[in-house]
């Protein structure tokens, strides 16, 4: 299989924690990374492996992963995290490469 | 600093041909697997193509194959796309990304800024 499942669009008041999830069969055996991008710029990698964020990257993102699923966690949600989220993995064959269709993430 | 710049989009009437290239600054990309993701306006990311560190090994997401070519010189720092056979819905943003593959894992960092390519008569 090569498809990674996203919600379209997700919604946090501010300080909240919010979970963004991405599920699909290749998850199974490989982790996803995730991707923060904000209109007009190019993404941004936030969390990859197990839980593994880059520099300049907040503390409040964390990922973890069970099954078939990955989730992105924010954890007390700040307006500056508005943006579209995007996982990515390999495909079941372990070849290609896979991103989900994006989760539009609003903080109100 | 470490840096991906993409350059060679621009407006291409459907059929025609381009070739996009992506110069790395501030690491050698010899090391890397790299990859061309694009994304069309208003849409989601689309992974394109990748290819491994010596050039060996080739993949291609099924809508561009048999039409694009990835190549890399990694003397010059460079990844190349060949976009042959375009059409309407290959326009997007296309961005070079350098891909870190462990055995269970892989992530793209860092990225280019992306070059515009526009399909249209």
């Known amino acids: 299989s090569s498809e990674l499942t996203q919600d379209p669009a997700v919604s946090v008041a501010l300080g909240q924690t919010v979970i963004i999830t991405c599920q699909g069969d290749?998850?199974?055996?490989?982790?996803a990374s995730w991707y923060r991008q904000k209109p007009g710029q190019a993404p941004v990698l936030v969390i990859y492996g197990k839980n593994n964020r880059p520099s300049g990257i907040p503390d409040r993102f964390s990922g973890s992963s069970s099954g078939n699923t990955a989730s992105l966690t924010i954890t007390g949600a700040q307006a500056e995290d508005e943006a579209d989220y995007y996982c990515?993995?390999?495909?079941?064959?372990?070849?290609?490469?896979?991103f989900g269709g994006g989760t539009k993430l609003t903080v109100l | 600093e470490v840096q991906l710049v993409e350059s060679g989009g621009g407006l291409v009437q459907p059929g025609g041909s381009l070739r996009l290239s992506c110069a790395a600054s501030g690491f050698s990309l010899s090391t890397y697997r790299m990859s061309w993701v694009r994304q069309a306006p208003g849409k989601g990311l689309e992974w394109v193509a990748n290819?491994?560190?010596?050039?060996?090994?080739?993949y291609y997401v099924d809508s561009v194959k048999g039409r694009f070519t990835i190549s890399r010189d990694n003397g010059r720092n460079s990844l190349y796309l060949h976009m042959n056979s375009l059409r309407a819905e290959d326009t997007a943003v296309y961005y070079c990304?350098?891909?870190?593959?462990?055995?269970?894992?892989?992530?793209?960092?860092?990225w280019g800024q992306g070059t515009l390519v526009t399909v249209s008569s």
């Open positions: 290749s998850l199974r055996s490989y982790y």
């Open positions: 990304a350098t891909e870190v593959v462990l055995t269970l894992e892989n992530w793209f960092d860092p």
């Open positions: 990515y993995s390999r495909d079941t064959s372990g070849n290609h490469r896979v």
């Open positions: 290819i491994k560190e010596d050039g060996s090994e080739k």
